[in-house]
């Protein structure tokens, strides 16, 4: 018995194990593609003898589910109570010997790259090995039961709602970032519950506004409402921002403090004074052909 408590080694378990296998049987809450264990996988699909993914959530990538889709040996568990969400492999060898992972880890990407993983590895030689193998493979058993195979309509209907819940999904795991075809590369930035404005209730975020005086002591709604005031006559004078003269334009793009008023309150080109070469520089020309 062994544990692995990073995703790295148990990474590497699997693609040991999937080469020296003469037999694989697993179930997994989820599964997607793009890391070596599932290439091996795929390369040695004929290994397979039983293997049980889910798709709760829609988590499982549309792409491991093509690439299994005509094998017999490949089922997808679509619906059952609660979330099915067993992640265990067992391994037959060619000498009679077996190994079986069983884990925190799902057969993804991200499990084998990026998340915090743990498993445990058993084997033949370990005390209470026959009943473990006995338990596992009728629970293996059971889960087959359950399962089937994707017909082609099914597939792309997984795909249209796939895509609908991925963004979601990532916002859910407080990840944000792009999308790169059909892999996500998150930004690295904060979770939700480390910004402390994120975790604020109205009441106190309202208070906090309201009673705001940077820059000198200025009241900060105070002034943000006299530019929303000032910039909604100027929105009430004319129908189009062109229409403005020049002065008025740099208004509404917070650009100028005139009478009292500091039209940046809500954001400013970071440099002063407000040159046509400055803008020229920073801005697309379509924009300083507006303003000039």
């Not at 293997?51 to 997808?76: E, S």
């Not at 993983?117 to 005390?127: G, M, Y």
Request: charged fraction near 25%; hydrophobic fraction near 40%.
């Amino acid at each position: 018995m062994d544990i692995l408590a990073d995703a790295r080694s148990i990474h590497k378990c699997l693609k040991t194990l999937i080469l020296r296998a003469s037999t694989i049987d697993g179930a997994v809450a989820w599964a997607s593609t793009g890391f070596d264990a599932f290439d091996l996988l795929l390369k040695h699909k004929a290994k397979i003898r039983r293997l049980v993914v889910g798709l709760h959530f829609h988590q499982t990538h549309p792409d491991f589910i093509k690439a299994f889709r005509v094998d017999k040996t490949v089922r997808f568990l679509m619906s059952m109570d609660g979330t099915f969400h067993p992640k265990a492999y067992f391994f037959e060898l060619p000498n009679g010997d077996w190994r079986c992972l069983v884990g925190s880890a799902n057969f993804t990407r991200a499990a084998m790259k990026n998340n915090q993983e743990i498993a445990v590895l058993i084997d033949s030689s370990d005390p209470g090995a026959d009943r473990f193998k006995k338990q596992v493979l009728t629970a293996l058993g059971d889960w087959w039961k359950q399962g089937r195979q994707f017909d082609l309509r099914e597939l792309n209907f997984y795909t249209s709602q796939w895509r609908l819940d991925r963004a979601r999904l990532k916002r859910a795991a407080d990840q944000f970032g792009k999308w790169s075809g059909s892999h996500f590369r998150s930004d690295g930035g904060a979770p939700a519950i480390d910004i402390p404005i994120a975790k604020m209730e109205w009441t106190e975020f309202f208070h906090r506004v309201k009673n705001e005086q940077p820059h000198g002591g200025k009241n900060s709604l105070d002034n943000r409402l006299s530019v929303i005031e000032e910039v909604g006559k100027l929105f009430q004078k004319y129908d189009h921002f062109q229409d403005m003269q020049k002065d008025e334009r740099y208004k509404v793009a917070g650009l100028l403090v005139q009478a009292g008023i500091d039209y940046r309150w809500f954001g400013s080109m970071p440099f002063s004074p407000f040159s046509e070469t400055a803008l020229l520089a920073l801005w697309p020309k379509v924009i300083v052909e507006l303003i000039v």
